[in-house]
T-cell receptor, first 114, second 110 residues
């Protein structure tokens, strides 16, 4: 059973389009995250939700909007896609009250904007 | 947030022990040291976490000196499948806001 799953795995689209990436975790965790890993392989946190409430919102353009319908899902919607949005996007989850700082990452979604 | 510094890359041969050192000079009292591993085309995976002295699990050991300004991840008898990027993170009271540095790219050669 996949702990953290993302769909789609690959996404190729043109500039200006709107797209969504879905994430689901079946670990019963209360916190979920979105990370962006660019071509230089730097991994940066974008958003974090705890019990469906936004708790971390790094400097991310307003074109990116996370949505958490419930604790098990955190979707990422991107409006007016730009070339610079091309990257691998990782979803992750964790339990805030855990004794370890362990986050479980999904397989990633490779977004290519042409 | 405590900044970490680790080597950009390392090479090793199969069967050798690999030690990757991370510097975190401004670590706070309540901070923990955590290491993650990332294979190509996969998300990072938690390896080990420690506060002080030595921690060992089935994958690795983590050595932390008394001043906690550095830590060393030790991988015993590496194999080709240990080729990956290894990230050292300092995490603490600010919660789960992880700051990943560039990591150490470990290449295990036959």
């Amino acid at each position: 059973d996949t702990a953290v799953s993302q769909t789609p795995k690959y996404l190729v689209t043109q500039m200006g389009n709107d797209k969504s990436i879905k994430c689901e975790q079946n670990l019963g965790h209360d916190t979920m995250y979105w990370y962006k890993q660019d071509s230089k392989k730097f991994l940066k946190i974008m958003f974090s939700y705890n019990n469906k409430e936004l708790i971390i919102n790094e400097t991310v353009p307003n074109r990116f909007s996370p949505k958490s319908p419930d604790k098990a899902h955190l979707n990422l919607h991107i409006n007016s896609l730009e070339l610079g949005d091309s990257a691998v996007y990782f979803c992750a989850s964790s339990q805030m009250t855990s004794v370890t700082y362990e986050q479980y990452f999904g397989p990633g979604t490779r977004l290519t904007v042409t | 947030l405590a900044k970490t510094t680790q080597p950009i890359s390392m090479d090793s041969y199969e069967g050798q022990e690999v030690n990757i050192t991370c510097s975190h000079n401004n670590i706070a009292t309540n901070d923990y040291i955590t290491w993650y591993q990332q294979f190509p085309s996969q998300g990072p995976r938690f390896i080990i976490q420690g506060y002080k002295t030595k921690v060992t699990n089935e994958v690795a050991s983590l050595f932390i000196p008394a001043d906690r300004k550095s830590s060393t991840l030790s991988l015993p008898r590496v194999s080709l499948s240990d080729t990956a990027v290894y990230y050292c993170l300092v995490v603490g009271d600010y919660g789960q806001n992880f700051v990943f540095g560039p990591g150490t790219r470990l290449s295990v050669l036959p």
